[in-house]
């Protein structure tokens, strides 16, 4: 499976997760309750990315909290029902 598959399977997922909710994590994520389902969302972003920054200080686990970083934002995607390709779409069109 290449890079590209993993990503929308990922996207796939989380598509059926909003659409279908179950007991999960992204589920409850994409649900409104309290705080609005976006707000969880974006304080999960803000959240990750800071943990990319000190990971990148600390040179240890930028792998990992990158995946975490890149996978929320997917997770974005999905709630606010962009495609996928639209993202891939937009970084092709940066190579022009």
């Known amino acids: ?3 590209k598959d993993v990503l929308e399977e990922i996207y796939e997922v989380l598509k059926d997760r909003r659409d ?3 007991d999960s994590y992204t589920s409850q994520l994409m649900q409104n309750d309290k705080k609005s389902a ?5 304080e999960k972003i803000g959240e990750e990315a800071t943990e990319v920054i000190i990971a990148s200080k600390n040179d240890e686990r930028l792998v990992q909290e990158s995946a975490d970083l890149i996978f929320h934002t997917i997770l974005l995607l999905v709630y606010k029902g962009i495609e996928l390709d639209d993202l891939l779409d937009e970084f092709k069109s ?3």
């Open 94 to 96: 940066r190579r022009r």
């Open 38 to 42: 976006e707000d969880k969302i974006l």
């Open 1 to 3: 499976m290449n890079s």
């Open 20 to 22: 279908h909710p179950i």
